[in-house]
């Protein structure tokens, strides 16, 4: 894996075109490359509200909508989730 990258609010998020998803018995799988992990309920909710549209932010604040936590918080958590998932080559900036 990568160094894990900076992000900032503004930037947007996209899929790596060759990244396979699978939702298997509940569990939400992404595969890339060589590597495959499991997302929880949070990084499956941010993984989905990426469209290539939507900026961390934007995502962030679908996040404290969707498990009504404040703004700040669902941002941070969310650049968070991103950041590693940048770090795995899923996610791309």
Do not use: C, H
Request: avoid cysteine; glycine fraction near 4%; aromatic fraction near 8%.
């Amino acid at each position: 894996m990568a160094d894990q990258p900076v992000l900032s609010p503004d930037q947007v998020p996209s899929y790596r075109p060759d990244v396979r998803v699978r939702n298997l018995r509940g569990r939400f799988l992404v595969a890339v490359a060589k590597d495959a992990f499991e997302l929880s309920e949070t990084a499956s909710f941010i993984w989905k509200q990426i469209d290539g549209r939507n900026s961390i932010a934007d995502i962030g604040r679908l996040l404290a909508a969707e498990y009504d936590i404040d703004a700040e918080t669902a941002t941070a958590d969310t650049k968070e989730i991103l950041e590693y998932l940048a770090t795995t080559g899923s996610v791309l900036f």
